[in-house]
């Protein structure tokens, strides 16, 4: 069983700042990418942003240079930290893992979604 629990999320004031964490447990063999979603109300989920195994990192234009994300290998645990927060960046933030388990037929690769955190920036 493999599960994906995000914190970090809250009420912050516009300019302000909130880091994100997402923390996969279970049985997990490797993770590869390890990304950001958010899905604001009547409006569908967007990738925010994307860290691969080794690092490399990709963002969606409306949050580059404000959002960093990265990841801790050794703990399976990634980050985000966002700053310079705008009222449009409310949203519930989700984490997704692209990520394998050792099953007794092998190598199991598949998507694992946690259950989001939300993000409101209102004064």
């Known amino acids: 069983q493999v599960q994906l629990v995000e914190s970090g999320g809250g009420l912050v004031q516009p300019g302000g700042s909130l880091r994100l964490s997402c923390a996969a447990s279970?049985?997990?063999?490797?993770?590869?990418?390890m990304n950001w979603y958010r899905q604001a109300p009547g409006k569908q989920r967007e990738l925010v942003a994307i860290?691969?195994?080794?690092?490399?990192?990709n963002y969606v234009d409306s949050v580059k240079g404000r959002f960093t994300i990265s990841r801790d290998n050794a703990e399976n645990t990634a980050y985000l930290q966002m700053n310079s927060l705008k009222p449009e960046d409310t949203a519930v933030y989700y984490c997704?893992?692209?990520?394998?388990?050792?099953?007794?037929?092998?190598?199991?690769?598949?998507?694992?979604w946690g259950q989001g955190t939300q993000v409101t920036v209102s004064s």
């Open positions: 860290i691969t195994r080794s690092g490399t990192t």
């Open positions: 997704n893992a692209d990520l394998s388990i050792q099953t007794v037929w092998g190598e199991s690769r598949r998507s694992y």
């Open positions: 279970g049985s997990i063999f490797s993770i590869y990418a």
